[in-house]
T-cell receptor
Framework: RKEVEQDPGPFNVPEGATVAFNCTYS??????FFWYRQDCRKEPKLLMS???SGNEDGRFTAQLNRASQYISLLIRDSKLSDSATYLC????????????FGRGTSLIVHP | NAGVTQTPKFRILKIGQSMTLQCAQD?????MYWYRQDPGMGLKLIYY???????DKGEVPNGYNVSRSTTEDFPLRLELAAPSQTSVYFC???????????FGPGTRLLVL
């Protein structure tokens, strides 16, 4: 099993739709979790951290399920500008908190 | 605040040539990282550093070397370039382990 796994997609959704991505991780000792957004040929940028209690930022909601070892990202009311690749990041490999990236999930929002 | 800067933006190398990718950050972060990203793939960690004078290997260190003589700079050295090193290289920094990483704009490297 890979350390961090994501469905690469693409997820093709109309504007206004709600879409959800999951990311599974194998190291039960993982301590911190993030979602990054990466636009085509650009650097990744932090979208949001993922807290145990779940957190929300506008149209974006992130959840952590430690028992099943996955994190999720929910995007409501999708905009054209949400089209990007969403990278899941998990820290905690080997106890050194070095980050491991998933390969990303591609989202395409169409009119 | 420039954040994380990388030079060059793009480079073409011939097989067997060497080069250094530069990375600098002005946020006084202790942790710095080098990643490579191949098309359609996630980021693979090459090397990282937890502070000046301390570096360690990541997942894919072969063919690369790093040094960290100052807090600000973390250059990546490619010796004897090979076509398999064609990739986009990202440098990142974070204040400490487990915290948000800030990325540079990347260096696109083509080895022919």
């Amino acid at each position: 099993r890979k350390e961090v796994e994501q469905d690469p997609g693409p997820f093709n959704v109309p504007e206004g739709a709600t879409v959800a991505f999951n990311c599974t991780y194998s190291n039960s000792a993982s301590q911190s979790f993030f979602w990054y957004r990466q636009d085509c040929r650009k650097e990744p940028k932090l979208l949001m951290s993922v807290y145990s209690s779940g957190n929300e930022d506008g149209r974006f909601t992130a959840q952590l399920n430690r028992a099943s070892q996955y994190i999720s990202l929910l995007i409501r009311d999708s905009k054209l500008s949400d089209s990007a690749t969403y990278l899941c990041v998990v820290n905690g490999r080997g106890g050194s908190y070095i980050p491991t990236f998933g390969r990303g999930t591609s989202l395409i929002v169409h009119p | 605040n420039a954040g994380v800067t990388q030079t060059p933006k793009f480079r073409i190398l011939k097989i067997g040539q060497s080069m250094t990718l530069q990375c600098a950050q002005d946020m006084n972060h202790n942790y710095m990282y080098w990643y490579r990203q191949d098309p359609g793939m996630g980021l693979k960690l090459i090397y990282y550093s937890v502070g000046a004078g301390i570096t360690d290997k990541g997942e894919v260190p072969n063919g690369y070397n790093v040094s960290r003589s100052t807090t600000e700079d973390f250059p990546l050295r490619l010796e004897l370039a090979a076509p398999s090193q064609t990739s986009v290289y990202f440098c990142a920094s974070s204040r400490s382990s487990g915290e948000t990483q800030y990325f540079g704009p990347g260096t696109r490297l083509l080895v022919l």
